[in-house]
């Protein structure tokens, strides 16, 4: 096992990184917390992997429950969450209650919702069974639901109690999920570690094979960098944090301008990764070197890197809503150079527009 601890005003938690010790979850979570009753969460295509996560923490006193949860980002909603609330009130549970998120990011955003609102506030586990999870969103408290106007509009900061990440896991995840995390690693690279970018490019065959020695190298590392961050600016209070938003103020009008259908979150950062570098080329921030470096490695691990013939004027709308923005005024995470990104406050809607313009597919004719 490998240990990373978070360390933040209010209370310390651990990530612990794992490979195929699903019953040492049992003696860490009766560690975390006292209560004898937990729910656990699970997306319905890990059905057999939470069973098992069930079996840890009844083996450790626990009187644990699966709710299962269908596949899919629409799950991320008050219609979601609401079964959910139902299940916890069934099993008369208090504030010791543990909460336990089996699955992806949906599954970790939605579960640690509900945690975070009932009885307000139960102590929550996150168990990611996805790489997008495993290094990024079941870490640092983030948790909330979707609304038709945007992407994970209404949420709160919940911290874990901690985070349970068996790399083994990832043997069956699909293609399409393992790439799509992926996504959230470059970015990491792109915006705070040069080095970490560089091991990707240099094994990325490898971790396309799903190499344990490389899975579990850039699995631990992305985990210690976001880590780090959250440590330094918990709520998103003072900038800091907000460089893990890299790619993200366009992934989340893609996102919502599709309507949570199609692409994978990952997915959609890549292409916002790409968008945000030519618009930081634009600035003059970065060279060109940097973006086709950056397209070169998202190109290689299959993801895209130009979104889809999305109509602008709705995109920029979508964009105004997006939590960075102040006033409706659009705010951007930029790179300044491989290893670095910082906040802009200064960007100007047409020169959104332009890039857009420039890189969102054309369809074709039709035919005479």
């Keep these: 096992m490998h240990l990373l601890t978070v360390r933040l005003a209010t209370h310390s938690y651990d990530i612990a990184i794992t490979e195929g010790d699903i019953a040492g979850l049992g003696a860490f979570a009766r560690q975390l917390c006292a209560g004898d009753a937990a729910l656990v969460m699970a997306d319905e295509q890990v059905q057999e992997f939470a069973g098992g996560v069930t079996a840890a923490l009844d083996a450790v006193g626990f009187r644990a429950q699966i709710a299962l949860i269908p596949p899919g980002e629409t799950q991320k909603s008050l219609a979601g969450a609401s079964p959910l609330y139902d299940r916890l009130a069934e099993m008369n549970a208090d504030r010791k209650t543990l909460a336990v998120a089996v699955g992806g990011g949906v599954v970790g955003d939605l579960a640690g919702f509900v945690a975070s609102t009932y009885a307000r506030g139960l102590p929550l586990l996150m168990v990611p069974t996805t790489l997008l999870a495993m290094v990024d969103s079941s870490i640092g408290g983030k948790v909330g639901i979707n609304h038709p106007r945007g992407k994970n509009l209404i949420g709160a900061f919940h911290q874990p109690v901690g985070v349970w990440i068996d790399i083994a896991t990832l043997s069956t995840l699909p293609d399409g999920a393992f790439r799509s995390g992926l996504a959230e690693v470059v970015k990491y690279g792109a915006a705070l570690d040069a080095g970490l970018f560089a091991y990707l490019e240099q094994h990325a065959d490898a971790i396309l094979q799903r190499d344990p020695a490389a899975i579990r190298h850039i699995v631990a590392r992305s985990c210690e960098l ?9 709520r998103e209070e003072i900038g800091v944090r907000a460089v893990l938003n890299y790619g993200h103020t366009f992934a989340h009008a893609f996102e919502s301008v599709a309507g949570y259908t199609g692409w994978l979150h990952g997915e959609a950062v890549a292409a916002g990764m790409a968008c945000a570098a030519r618009l930081a080329e634009r600035r003059g ?12 490695l998202l190109a290689h691990f299959g993801l895209p ?5 999305w109509a602008i004027p709705e995109l920029i709308a979508a964009m105004r809503r997006d939590k960075k923005a102040v006033g409706g005024r659009l705010r951007f995470v930029l790179p300044r150079r491989l290893g670095e990104a910082a906040l802009f406050d ?6 959104v527009i332009d890039v857009l313009k420039e890189m969102i597919e054309v369809p074709p004719a039709p035919p005479p």
Excluded: C, G, H, N
């Excluded at 921030?285 to 070169?296: W, Y």
């Excluded at 890197?305 to 013939?309: A, E, G, R, Y």
């Design 226 to 234: 976001k880590a780090r961050i959250v440590e330094q600016d918990e």
């Design 285 to 296: 921030l970065v060279p060109a070197e940097f973006t086709d470096r950056q397209l070169q």
């Design 305 to 309: 890197t130009v979104p889809q013939s």
């Design 346 to 351: 200064d960007i100007s809607e047409s020169d």
